[in-house]
């Protein structure tokens, strides 16, 4: 079952020149920093993106290298700021 939220920043990923995986080859698992190969440049790029995208603010204190090792833990952290800026529980959608 396809996951819109997950594809939705697997395409933001997608618009780094760096990185050389296919859509498909970027998993729920993959690590933006291991797997993926992205830079402190590349992720603020992105957190930037997730921002404007989603219609969210990303505090600096929020960001953590936990939340980078899986692709699935950036989606879930989206979906809650996601539904706390519409005053949703972040289960929906």
């Known amino acids: 079952m396809r996951n ?3 594809d939705r920043i697997r395409d933001l990923i997608l618009r780094n020149e760096k990185v050389r995986l ?3 080859e970027i998993g ?3 690590d933006l920093i291991h797997d993926l190969a992205l830079d402190s440049m590349a992720i603020v790029h992105l ?3 997730l921002e404007e ?6 505090e600096v204190e929020e960001i953590g290298l936990s939340l980078l ?3 699935r833990l950036l989606e879930k952290f989206v979906r ?3 539904a706390a800026s519409l005053g949703e529980p972040a289960g929906r959608g």
């Not at 995208?53 to 990303?58: K, V």
Request: proline share 8%.
């Open 53 to 58: 995208e989603f219609g969210i603010t990303i």
């Open 80 to 82: 809650s700021k996601a």
């Open 28 to 30: 729920p698992d993959t």
């Open 47 to 49: 957190l930037a993106d």
């Open 4 to 6: 819109p939220w997950l």
């Open 69 to 71: 090792r899986e692709l």
């Open 22 to 24: 296919g859509r498909d």
